[in-house]
C-alpha cells in the first residue's frame, strides 16, 4: 500500500544511498520507507512504540541506554535492566528487520557506547515544526504570500497530537507541548494577519 508523496535519501561519507525511513508521529503512528508503509502501531508491541516515541522526542534521537533503562524498569537492578533492555531493542530490530530491505536495519537503529538512536530519519512532527517557524519568519518580515504557502503545507503535514496513546514520560509530554505551542503560535500569527 502505497502513500502518495517522495521519498527522501540521505548520502552516507562512502557514498551509499540510504532511503530515509518516513516515521509519522502525528495523529497516529506508523513507518514508510520508500513510500510505502512497512508498519502500524498495532505490529509494534506498546513498549517497543515508546521506546520509539523516547528516541524521536529526544535531541538528534539518541539517548543513553541507562536513561532507557530506568524510564522502562526504575526498579529494576542494573543486571535485569539491562538484560530486558538488550530484549527489547533486539526484539525492535527484528520487527524493523522483518520489513525493511535485507540487512539495512542497521542503518536506521544503531547501538553503539551505551547509546541508542534512530538514524536516517524523517519525522512528520519535525517537518511541521520546521515549516510553522518558516512560516512565521516570513510573516515577520510581512511576506504574506510565502508565509502562506507555508502555513499550508505545514497544515496538509499535521495529522493530529504527537504519539496519541503513547503514554511515556516527561520527555514525550514536553515534545507534545512544544508541538501545541507551535501550533498555537501558528494560528496566533495567521489570526493577526488576515
Known amino acids: 500500500m502505497a502513500e502518495q508523496g517522495i ?3 540521505s548520502i552516507k561519507f562512502d557514498g551509499v544511498v540510504i532511503p530515509l525511513l518516513d516515521i509519522r508521529i502525528l495523529g497516529g503512528f506508523k513507518i514508510l520507507h520508500r513510500a510505502i508503509i512497512l508498519l502500524h502501531a498495532e505490529e509494534l508491541t506498546p513498549a517497543q ?3 520509539l516515541c ?3 522526542s529526544a535531541p538528534e534521537f539518541k539517548l543513553p541506554q541507562e536513561t532507557i533503562q530506568l524510564h522502562f524498569w526504575p526498579d529494576s537492578p542494573p543486571d535485569n535492566a539491562r538484560s530486558k533492555f ?3 531493542v533486539s526484539r525492535l530490530r527484528k520487527n524493523l528487520a522483518r520489513v525493511l530491505p535485507e540487512d539495512t536495519v542497521h542503518y536506521y537503529l544503531k547501538r553503539e557506547k551505551g547509546m541508542l538512536w534512530l538514524a ?3 519525522v512528520d512532527a519535525l517537518d511541521v515544526l520546521a515549516a510553522v517557524d518558516r512560516g512565521i519568519r516570513h510573516l515577520r518580515l510581512q ?13 496538509s503535514l499535521w495529522r493530529g497530537e504527537f ?11 514536553a515534545c507534545r507541548e512544544n508541538i ?7 494560528r496566533k500569527e495567521v489570526g493577526c494577519k488576515e
Open 86 to 88: 538488550d530484549t527489547l
Open 49 to 51: 512504540r515508546e521506546l
Open 120 to 122: 536516517h530519519c524523517r
Open 180 to 186: 501545541k505551542k507551535y501550533q498555537e503560535a501558528f
Open 7 to 9: 521519498f527522501y535519501e
Open 54 to 56: 523516547l528516541l524521536l
Open 163 to 173: 504519539a496519541p496513546g503513547v503514554t511515556g514520560e516527561d520527555q514525550i509530554r
Open 143 to 155: 511576506e504574506c504570500w510565502q508565509a502562506g504557502n507555508v502555513f499550508t503545507a505545514a497544515e
